[in-house]
DNA sequence: TCTGGGGTCCTAGGACCC
DNA sequence: TCTGGGGTCCTAGGACCC
């Protein structure tokens, strides 16, 4: 068997942990530069708040019911991720981080010494003692039916946290009571394919034979199939570096001199650097794109994306900025209102390379060794203490805005909480 | 006025090879 | 009249996830 352990509204969640008073209280999180919802409590739900609707035009109902708003603060929730998922790894042996909020759990040969059903409960009530984070936790024979379990965890009380799939008669009583588009794997697109034929909930689609839903549908759709049908088939793997790294922001202001656009990509290109760094590989590629504002129909709309390859893949701050800046100078059109660039890098390799005979960076093995000291003075003293002069100071048009951000409390020690007594 | 960010996988089709 | 067949690699774009 096989558990989806997930934190309920993680980001609200979190940000109750730190404010103990908002306690049944409707909290909705924010997207960055404020924009859109991307987290809420029930209680924000129930006042009609969806997912994803921008903040302005939700105002209003936020203002005459009270509701708390905060900043998304994702360092925060990383932090608190990582305290949650440990108590996780301490329960069970084999363990997968699938998002900041979700992790599958391995229980096979858990079934022989525990009752499966109790022993998750005692983790959920760990976690809640030791963090303030509320988890549900769904048991199934495959993930795609663990997840529907874990929905039913969350939804109805009774369950007290966690809800089990473990016979067939409670597999179909599940998949005949669950919404079709809510389905893991099954997003939009295969939704409304799948009503246009004349199926609208999961148990009619598991019952549809497997020829025909192979028909119907590619790889992704017969994998849903087989693993609502109890045969596990999605990939156990961890996926142990990522295939590419991107920084991406929408300004807080639109730029349009190429400067302030420099700026903003020598900014991403450093960060995605770091992220580069701290799982030890190098890129073998740098793209940079640059867009306008795309909801402004009244300016004129320019999108554009440039990508370098590197000779050697590299990991090195100055020589990835150098490689994006130059892109930087191929993409820029004059006269353009910028409102978002961003930085992917890609061709991913793991360590670092040596110096080459012909290396066009001629003292590479010292760069690393620069690269590697600002990293640490950094872990040290704190993000982007030190930085390239190219990445401009606080406060600049294009920084991202975030008006009621909590504090940083885990991991920055100028922000720890403090506490008069 | 105000509209997020970071990922993965799959497939079709083009380019190229013999 | 009539223009092969089989394969690989790469990439853009679609679909999906949180």
């Known amino acids: 068997m096989i558990a989806l352990a997930d934190c309920n509204t993680f980001f609200a969640s979190v940000e109750k942990v730190f404010h103990p008073g908002l306690k049944g209280k409707p909290v909705c999180v924010l997207s960055s530069n404020d924009g859109n919802i991307v987290a809420l409590t029930t209680e924000a739900k129930a006042l009609g708040i969806k997912r994803g609707a921008p903040f302005f035009q939700v105002k209003d ?62 983790m959920v009530e760990k976690i809640r003692l030791w963090t303030d984070i509320p988890v549900s936790v769904g048991i199934a024979r495959t993930k795609t039916l663990a997840k529907v379990a874990s929905r039913f965890a969350k939804k109805y009380k009774g369950y007290r946290s966690v809800c089990i799939i473990d016979s067939e008669e409670k597999r179909r009583k599940a998949l005949s009571m669950f919404e079709l588009a809510d389905v893991w794997g099954i997003g939009h697109r295969t939704y409304e394919k799948l009503v246009s034929l004349g199926v609208t909930t999961p148990l009619q689609f598991a019952d549809k034979p497997g020829d025909w839903v192979q028909r119907h549908f590619h790889k992704p759709g017969y994998q849903t199939w087989l693993e609502l049908n ?10 142990l570096r990522r295939q590419s790294i ?29 992220t580069l760094r701290s799982q030890g590989s190098s890129a073998g590629a740098v793209s940079v794109f640059a867009c306008s504002n795309r ?8 999108s554009n994306i440039g990508t370098a390859m590197l000779e050697i893949p590299s990991a090195d701050t100055l020589e990835l900025t150098e490689a994006a800046l130059k892109i930087v100078d191929d ?20 360590g670092t390379v040596q110096q080459l005979l012909f290396d066009p960076v001629p003292n590479r093995e010292e760069r690393v060794v620069l690269s590697e000291t600002i990293d640490s ?32 409390y885990l991991t920055e020690l100028s922000e720890i909480m403090t506490i008069k007594i």
């Open 246 to 274: 991107s920084t991406s922001r929408s300004f807080g202001e639109m730029i349009s001199s190429k400067d302030q656009l420099k700026a903003s990509v020598a900014a991403f290109a450093s960060s995605c650097a770091n």
């Open 295 to 302: 909801f402004r129909e009244d300016l004129e709309q320019y």
């Open 331 to 350: 993409i820029y059109r004059p006269g353009i209102m910028y409102k978002k660039s961003g930085v992917i890098l890609s061709h991913i390799v793991s």
């Open 377 to 408: 003075m950094n872990h040290k003293y704190g993000l982007k203490t030190v930085r390239l002069a190219i990445e401009g100071e606080k406060n600049e048009k294009w920084k991202v805005k975030s008006e009621h951000r909590t504090p940083n």
């Open 230 to 239: 109890g045969t596990p088939c999605i990939s156990t793997e961890e996926i």
């Open 61 to 122: 109902i936020i203002e005459k019911n009270h509701v708390a708003v905060f900043s998304g603060n994702i360092m925060l929730y990383a932090a608190m991720s990582k305290r949650v998922q440990s108590i996780m790894r301490q329960t069970v042996a084999r363990t997968e981080s699938y998002s900041i909020d979700e992790q599958f759990l391995y229980l096979d040969g858990y079934e022989e010494h525990y009752d499966l059903v109790e022993y998750m409960r005692g």
